[in-house]
């Protein structure tokens, strides 16, 4: 969604994702309280339905309803896999990529005396700021950084960034949405401005036909409503092998420490599992700084 004027979408659906989830998926592993909050009314009606296991009669409701059971199947062990890495290697300074409606810095109890900073493109970072104006805790230092078109490094240095202390980065839910250029720019600003002991946390969509046809079936169910798909706007513009994704953090000075697929992540913690492939198909890969 690069150069756009207005609030990402992908954003919401996430959140949504995460507001059906809240405490009847993997409770005790996974809780978003921020992500009811972070939804405007019009979009909190879909997640109320799959938290009440409501299945709607007409047409576009259904749609949504599926799209919100969908996203919360993928963003309850995507949510997990990076928590519990960011708790593993505590860092005096984290940036989120990308934050969209990322509630992290007012949920994680882990992060109080950690400066946190939220990248994300200036639009859909104004539209987050509206919206979490009511939330309880610290907000963020927000940054707005277009990834195609902005300079991460100075921005984040004028927002107070220190690049001589060690920083958790998670980039996540992202990548795909940027160009091989873009993720591979990206990397590079991050890594200038990584002290020793910096870890990145990244998610990122390997290549697979499945995913693709996935998609293209959202598409038009969405399409089926009459209304604009989100993944118009916002397409998917590139995917990462593993070995492709290690081989480009290696080269900025990160070294591989973990690296699971969602499909693994969900079966460890038997959540609902309606799309398996799609989720094998998402990755989580931390990287270390040497
Ligand atoms: C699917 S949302 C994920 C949001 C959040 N990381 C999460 O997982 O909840 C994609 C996010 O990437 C951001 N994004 C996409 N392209 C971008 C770009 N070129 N520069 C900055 N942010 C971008 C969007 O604004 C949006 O917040």
Not at 102 to 111: I, K, N, S, V
Not at 257 to 284: C, I, K
């Amino acid at each position: 969604m690069s150069h756009t004027l207005r609030a990402s979408r992908t954003a919401v659906l996430v959140c949504q994702g995460r507001a059906a989830a809240d405490g009847l998926i993997a409770p005790g592993r996974f809780a978003d309280p921020t992500a009811m909050p972070l939804l405007r009314p019009t979009e909190r009606a879909a997640v109320q339905w799959v938290r009440d296991g409501a299945v709607p009669r007409q047409w576009q409701q259904r749609v949504d309803y599926e799209t919100v059971r969908a996203n919360a199947e993928l963003i309850v062990p995507r949510t997990v896999a990076i928590d519990d890495a960011i708790r593993a290697h505590p860092s005096p300074q984290l940036v989120i990529l990308g934050a969209g409606l990322d509630g992290r810095a007012w949920r994680m109890p882990e992060l109080a005396g950690v400066t946190v900073f939220e990248v994300d493109q200036p639009a859909t970072q104004q539209d987050k700021r509206d919206r979490a104006e009511g939330l309880p805790g610290t907000p963020p230092t927000f940054v707005p950084v277009d990834f195609g078109r902005d300079r991460l490094a100075e921005a984040l240095a004028a927002s107070g960034h220190r690049a001589d202390r060690a920083t958790t980065w998670v980039w996540e839910g992202v990548v795909p949405y940027l160009t091989t250029a873009e993720v591979a720019a990206t990397a590079t600003a991050l890594a200038a401005c990584s002290a020793p002991d910096s870890r990145l946390i990244v998610n990122f969509q390997a290549p697979g036909t499945s995913t693709t046809l996935g998609r293209v079936l959202a598409r038009l169910l969405m399409a089926s409503t009459g209304r604009s798909s989100v993944w118009a706007k916002e397409p998917w513009r590139s995917t990462w092998t593993p070995t492709a994704m290690a081989a480009l953090l290696h080269q900025h000075g990160y070294a591989v420490t973990r690296d699971e697929n969602l499909f693994d992540t969900a079966r460890a913690l038997a959540t609902p599992m309606r799309h398996p492939r799609s989720l094998g198909h998402s990755r989580v890969m931390v990287a270390d700084r040497v």
